[in-house]
Each structure stands twice: as structure tokens, then as C-alpha cells.
């Protein structure tokens, strides 16, 4: 596959562990610096856990994971029919979370 090449996919149920361990380790990258360490470990455990991920799953939430070589270099999560701050519309979309491992910044993704 071409460096600027990936594979896109709905996670499943199945890759869960994939998505806390790639949840914790880019959030880690993205704001470790800026946070008390404590406070960094306990959003971890209570944000990126398994059941966490599976009952997001439950309620609706898509995660797509992307990949390169078979390897889970991403994610995004994306909400369907949100009810947020900005919109009380049930046909709101809202993109939660989009991550990708700083070894793969600039690389097409």
C-alpha cells in the first residue's frame, strides 16, 4: 500500500482493545505535556476503558478506525442524532474524537 494510503472501516465490538490502547496512547501524545499526570491517568482509565467504548457502541456511536499494514494507526468517533450545546436538532452529527499517532502526522491521514 502506498505511503498516503489507508484503510478506512467501521470498528467493531471485536476491536476494542484496539481503540482504548490507540484512545489512550494519542491522547497521551497530544496533551501529556500539558496536563498534571494524575489528572492525565485518571481521564485515561475513565475515558478510554472497555466498557466505556462498548456502551458508546450500544448507544449508537461509530467508531472508524484507520489502517496502514494492518496496523491501527487512527480513529474518529462520530455520533449520530447528538444533542449538543450548539444544535437541538435529532438530525445533528457530531465528530467527537479524531486521533492519529504522531508517527503518521503529515503522512496522508
Do not use: C, H, W
Request: no cysteine.
Amino acid at each position: 500500500m502506498p505511503d498516503n494510503q489507508y484503510e478506512i472501516r467501521v470498528a467493531t465490538q471485536a476491536d476494542i482493545s484496539d481503540l482504548v490502547e490507540l484512545g489512550r496512547s494519542t491522547f497521551e501524545e497530544a496533551f501529556g505535556a500539558d496536563n498534571d499526570p494524575d489528572d492525565l491517568n485518571n481521564y485515561l482509565k475513565v475515558s478510554f476503558n472497555p466498557e466505556v467504548i462498548a456502551q458508546a457502541m450500544f448507544d449508537g456511536s461509530v467508531f472508524y478506525l484507520a489502517q496502514k499494514d494492518n496496523q491501527t494507526v487512527g480513529y474518529l468517533k462520530l455520533n449520530p442524532n447528538a444533542k449538543t450545546s450548539q444544535t437541538e436538532s435529532l438530525n445533528a452529527l457530531q465528530l467527537e474524537r479524531i486521533y492519529v499517532r504522531q508517527s503518521f502526522y503529515g503522512k496522508g491521514l
